[in-house]
């Protein structure tokens, strides 16, 4: 059974740092692209970030480009997103999901980031 | 970066059938063959039911199917039962190799 777990998530005050972490399991974890989605209280799906299989490639959305950075350790099995100079629209619960042929076939059941003083 | 379009909510009768749209431009939709259509209960992760415009993964019913003209995608659900009371979105690349969702539609069967 394919597991995608994320963890991290806390109530952080604007400008703070938070690292999110996805814990994967049940797939070949270097086969995947994988990426950050995150979705705001009450609104639509948003994508964050993609990291390509062997790390080599990093795509970001406009809004979060110089603040936060995707990585990967494929011996670890492990998804990581740095996420610093939060702001308010940063809070949403934040997914890690697999992708193949740009869809996500697998995604955790998140973890939520709450950016408030 | 803007969403994709979708309508905001569309409703249908047990048994029927629905269509979601999902507009976008040469940019995004209307230039790959990389539109997906996902599920989304309240609270839940979502769940892919199309790629690639209209292809299913395994185990997803063959009551959905995607397809796509120009810059529009569709969604189109038959046979409309209880359980297909959700939230869908659309996503598609887009040049830059950036992904980009469309704003969701809350499908409401009556």
């Known amino acids: 059974e394919v597991q995608l777990v994320e963890s991290g998530g806390a109530l952080v005050q604007p400008g703070g740092s938070l690292r999110l972490s996805c814990a994967a399991s049940?797939?070949?974890?270097?086969?995947?692209?994988m990426n950050w989605v995150r979705q705001a209280p009450g609104k639509g799906l948003e994508w964050v970030a993609s990291?390509?299989?062997?790390?080599?490639?990093?795509n970001y959305v406009d809004s979060v480009k110089g603040r936060f950075a995707i990585s990967r350790d494929n011996a670890k099995n492990s998804l990581y997103l740095q996420m610093n100079d939060l702001r308010a629209e940063d809070t949403a619960v934040y997914y890690c999901?697999?992708?193949?042929?740009?869809?996500?076939?697998?995604w955790g059941q998140g973890t939520l980031v709450t950016v408030s003083s | 970066q803007s969403a994709l379009t979708q309508p905001a909510s569309v409703s249908g009768s047990p048994g029927q059938s629905i269509t979601i749209s999902c507009i976008g431009t040469?940019?995004?939709?209307?230039?790959?063959?990389?539109v997906s259509w996902y599920q989304q209960y309240s609270g839940k992760a979502p769940k892919l039911m199309i790629y690639?415009?209209?292809n299913r993964p395994s185990g997803v019913s063959n009551r959905f199917s995607g397809s796509k003209s120009g810059n529009t995608a569709s969604l189109t659900i038959s046979g409309l039962q209880a359980e297909d009371e959700a939230d869908y979105y659309c996503?598609?690349?887009?040049?830059?190799?950036?992904?980009?969702f469309g704003g969701g539609t809350k499908l409401t069967v009556l």
């Open positions: 999901a697999s992708f193949r042929a740009v869809a996500g076939i697998f």
């Open positions: 040469s940019s995004d939709v209307g230039g790959y063959n990389s």
């Open positions: 990291i390509k299989q062997d790390g080599s490639e990093k």
């Open positions: 690639e415009v209209s």
């Open positions: 996503s598609s690349y887009r040049s830059g190799s950036t992904v980009v």
């Open positions: 049940g797939l070949s974890f270097s086969s995947y692209w």
